[in-house]
């Protein structure tokens, strides 16, 4: 079984950064499609990036590209979401997945963009 921990969110300024990390637990994180997905209060979950399993291929939603950054350490089992030039309109939690079929989730953690 995997288990997934998010780190990293807080309170941040519009216009601020913040970097959200996953941690996993297990030896198949590096054999996954990794995801970040957010939903942000009285919406529906979106997708908010994806990664391949060993980094080579990467997807962003429309609304973050050019601002997010997904990325993964394999040897570590670990991922990351590089979030610059913050918005109100991200404010969500924050989830990140395993899997093409989104089998494991993590507890998600809060963002909050805000002056």
């Known amino acids: 079984q995997v288990q997934l921990v998010e780190s990293g969110g807080g309170l941040v300024q519009p216009g601020g950064s913040l970097r959200l990390s996953c941690a996993a637990s297990g030896s198949i994180f590096r054999l996954l499609v990794m995801g970040w997905y957010r939903q942000a209060p009285g919406k529906q979950r979106e997708l908010v990036a994806r990664?391949?399993?060993?980094?080579?291929?990467?997807n962003y939603a429309d609304s973050v590209k050019g601002r997010f950054t997904i990325s993964r350490d394999n040897a570590n089992n670990t991922g990351y979401l590089q979030m610059t030039s913050l918005k109100p309109e991200d404010t969500a939690v924050y989830y990140c997945?395993?899997?093409?079929?989104?089998?494991?989730w993590g507890q998600g953690t809060q963002v909050t963009v805000s002056s």
């Open positions: 997945t395993l899997g093409a079929a989104n089998n494991y």
């Open positions: 990664i391949s399993n060993y980094g080579g291929s990467t």
